[in-house]
């Protein structure tokens, strides 16, 4: 029978028609006036995305390199920094900090939890020298939320920390305004729900952490963000870009702009509220205590394995993602972040009952549908 894959892996995902019309036209060069000129506008519609008029620098690279450069360009080798490494994601931040020879204060969380704030108001406490807070809004491994807000008020009353976040699977996601919550340093990835193929980071960083530019002693090169402000200021970048993607960027920004950031952070919600809460009624238990809206993860039941469960669900025309590290095998991560409607959320609840019950679990069918669209319902 014919079984038409659909994407629900928390990055890549799903791709908007504009989008993939802009991926399809001839490549531009990108030393020329049509290249800038797109290129500025790319930069206003990411300022207006993040509501600031401070630069935002765009790389070639995955997520991961605007993660690198944020290190590199506004810290210093023996830097005291706390990590709140709650999850695969976190655990990066403290990869990357230590290779380039920050002292890591780790501050490890069970994955599927949150960071309390006592525990940070301890920490900051016993070591008021640190010199950045690193974190992610939103740590796709566990599904988990973290609030930034709270962290950018600690952050300020320190005398010289940055609040650096990763906002890879936050932006597009929640209203993500680095100026109110006081954000330091903020970096995205164009393969969540800036609704783009892989290949293009996203570097936010404020007036405090501009000051660190001149101070910073790490050898770079490629992220070079003094160099790169320079150049983009001028509608040009350092070196090639991936200009394919910086021009369906700008479509994608169009209709991020076009919902309105309020709308598209509401559309999340309820996206994420539903598959919570259909899942639940499938008698599954969520993964997170603090759940993100950009992916859901769950359990799979006792006695079925999670892997088993994503492939029945493949089978069915549903990828998506499963645990990394200790949660291999244990659990599935749905995404409904990026170009996700009501009814993709109908769809892969229930191609889940089908896998369920095809895996031995046995649900009503249209439980967990009824759930979701009971909940749908009341906002459309
Ligand atoms: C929260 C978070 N941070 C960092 C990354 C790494 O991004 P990339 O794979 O684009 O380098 C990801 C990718 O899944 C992510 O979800």
Redesign the pocket.
């Known amino acids: 029978m014919l079984i038409k894959e659909r994407l629900f892996t928390?990055?890549p995902v799903p791709l908007p028609p504009q989008v993939i019309k802009a991926l399809g036209q001839q490549i531009i060069h990108h030393r020329t006036p049509e290249f800038t000129q797109i290129f500025k506008q790319v930069r206003e519609k990411l300022q207006k995305l993040l509501d600031t008029k401070r630069d935002v620098l765009l790389f070639s690279?995955?997520?991961?390199?605007a993660?690198e450069s944020a290190v590199l360009n506004f810290f210093s080798t023996g830097d005291k920094v706390l990590v709140i490494n709650a999850?695969?994601?976190g655990q990066?931040w403290k990869e990357l900090a230590e290779t380039f020879g920050l002292n890591v204060i780790d501050y490890s969380i069970e994955w599927g939890k949150t960071y309390s704030r006592e525990k940070v108001e301890e920490i900051v406490k016993a070591n008021p020298d640190i010199k950045g807070i690193f974190v992610?809004?939103?740590?796709?491994?566990t599904t988990t939320y973290h609030d930034v807000d709270f962290l950018g008020s600690v952050s300020a009353r320190l005398e010289d920390c940055l609040l650096v976040v990763?906002?890879?699977?936050?932006v597009g996601v929640y209203e993500v305004y680095p100026e109110k919550s006081g954000i330091d340093i903020l970096?995205t990835?164009?393969?969540?729900a800036l609704m783009l193929p892989?290949g293009l980071?996203v570097l936010y960083f404020s007036q405090k952490a501009e000051k660190r530019l001149e101070k910073s002693n790490i050898p770079r090169y490629y992220f070079d963000v003094k160099k790169e402000l320079k150049k983009q200021r001028e509608g040009q970048t350092a070196y090639t870009p991936a200009i394919s993607l910086i021009i369906a960027l700008n479509e994608s920004l169009n209709l991020m702009l076009e919902e309105g950031i309020k709308q598209l952070a509401e559309r999340h919600s309820l996206l994420a509220e539903a598959t919570r809460e259909a899942v639940k009624e499938l008698g599954l238990k969520l993964l997170s205590e603090s759940p993100s809206n950009?992916a859901t993860g769950v359990y799979a039941p006792e006695g079925i394995n999670g892997d088993e469960l994503r492939k029945i669900l493949l089978s069915l025309g549903f990828r998506v993602a499963g645990g990394q590290d200790h949660l291999k095998g244990k659990i599935l991560r749905i995404a409904h972040m990026g170009y996700f409607d009501f009814n993709d959320v109908i769809q892969v609840i229930a191609g889940l009952e089908l896998a369920l019950n095809k895996a031995g679990y046995s649900v009503e069918l249209g439980k967990g549908v009824k759930k979701a669209q009971e909940i749908i319902i009341k906002n459309i």
């Open positions: 928390p990055g690279s995955s997520g991961t390199g993660m999850g695969k994601f990066r992610q809004q939103s740590e796709t491994s990763d906002g890879i699977t936050s970096v990835g164009s393969q969540k892989p980071s950009s």
